[in-house]
């Protein structure tokens, strides 16, 4: 299904609210658009609603095993983030295996599982002991990475979105709001290719909370409804190839599994 014309017309409703985001600057208020840019959502489980999607953010190096796998030290480095680009998004059904396209490039694609925290309000300089306030919802997702890019890039110290920001790199499921499912702060998160479990780790375990996440991201940033957090990945990154599938788990979510085509 093309994630460009999937969300259409209910998306467009929904993302109202972020039109003080999105305005049309000094070209006033009879200004039109040249053309139309398909506006990007998230179904919502029990509802006929999408959850309107306006930046990806992604935190790097979360769980401190994962951490020393890429060559840092976890008890030194304060958090970062990278974004990805809102229609990197592949949205898979609950009970489905979605074709994910192996990217152009690469030879060395890799998974990472991670929980994802949907926000419904934001703010500046937001306190962690009401960052969670934001949040409106939850799901599951992986950010696909063109691995010997990312590296490459970040070995002659330039900017790696060609390793993380591409097409089809945000396969996610749908969203649950919070009030179903309450906040996720422990609980397991694995991943499987063909089968054997390649990551397994418990959320607890993230470095930063998705709480101080949040915090964090507020400081640099000015947060909105529709802006969603990549909450990082356990250590066991690894390569994947075509025809191989994923299938990844957090628990009080069901599982998304896509196939490498």
Not at 113 to 121: D, F, H, P, R
Not at 233 to 251: L, Q, R
Request: charged share 20%; proline share 7%.
């Amino acid at each position: 299904m093309d994630r460009r014309n999937f969300f259409q017309g209910t998306a467009a409703a929904a993302a109202t609210g972020l039109t003080g985001c999105a305005a049309m600057g000094a070209a006033g208020s009879n200004a039109r658009a040249a053309f139309a840019i398909p506006d990007v959502g998230i179904p919502v489980v029990g509802s006929a609603e999408v959850f309107p999607v306006r930046r990806i953010y992604c935190i790097g190096r979360n769980y401190a095993a994962h951490s020393r796998e890429m060559g840092s030290d976890p008890t030194r480095e304060p958090p970062f983030f990278f974004q990805k680009p809102t229609d990197a998004i592949q949205y898979v059904p609950t009970g489905s295996v979605a074709d994910h396209p192996y990217p152009s490039l690469t030879k060395n694609y890799h998974y990472e599982a991670e929980l994802v925290a949907c926000l419904g309000s934001g703010g500046r300089n937001i306190p962690v002991a009401s960052a969670l306030q934001h949040v409106w919802g939850y799901t599951l997702g992986l950010d696909m990475t063109r691995r010997d890019l990312q590296r490459a890039m970040g070995d002659e110290k330039k900017p790696w979105e060609i390793g993380k920001s591409f097409d089809h790199s945000a396969p996610i499921g749908p969203v649950h709001r919070v009030a179903q499912t309450g906040h996720f702060t422990q609980g397991a998160i694995w991943l499987k290719v063909n089968g054997q479990t390649r990551q397994s780790a418990n959320l607890n375990q993230m470095i930063w909370s998705v709480a101080e996440q949040i915090a964090k991201l507020s400081e640099a940033n000015e947060l909105f409804p529709g802006d969603i957090i990549y909450s990082g990945t356990p250590e066991n990154v690894g390569p994947v190839v075509k025809g191989d599938v994923i299938e990844m788990h957090i628990d009080g979510l069901p599982n998304l599994s896509v196939r490498i085509v």
